[in-house]
Nanobody, 119 residues
Framework: QVQLVESGGGLVQPGGSLRLSCAAS????????MSWYRQAPGKERELVAA????????NYADSVKGRFTISRDNAKNTVYLQMNSLKPEDTAVYYC????????????WGQGTQVTVSS
């Protein structure tokens, strides 16, 4: 019943923009922190951005700081990742994750969406 469904990925040129969305269902979205991870072929999955349950606190990987923005709309059970000034090294599968602060008992992952940055 728990689902996280990512959308918005695709092929863009360097310097372009994409907005990813993650639609959540089957759990109490408003009490979960949310985050975006990415994984390129042959590399480990890495944290890109995270946002607290109310949206009051955010953090970003140094590699995307100033270019990416994470946001959420609790009324729509959706978290977003706005990606600007995209670089080829941003190419990866992007995953949405939900989790409760202070416990590892409730962690949910989406299936991912492909982002390719190439000319």
């Amino acid at each position: 019943q728990v689902q996280l469904v990512e959308s918005g990925g695709g092929l863009v040129q360097p310097g372009g923009s994409l907005r990813l969305s993650c639609a959540a269902s089957g759990f109490t979205f408003s009490i979960y922190a949310m985050s975006w991870y990415r994984q390129a072929p042959g590399k480990e999955r890495e944290l890109v951005a995270a946002i607290s349950s109310t949206g009051g606190v955010t953090n970003y990987a140094d590699s995307v700081k100033g270019r990416f923005t994470i946001s959420r709309d609790n009324a729509k059970n959706t978290v977003y990742l706005q990606m600007n000034s995209l670089k080829p090294e941003d190419t990866a599968v992007y995953y949405c994750k939900g989790y409760r602060v202070g416990t590892v008992d409730y962690v949910y992952w989406g299936q991912g969406t492909q982002v390719t940055v190439s000319s």
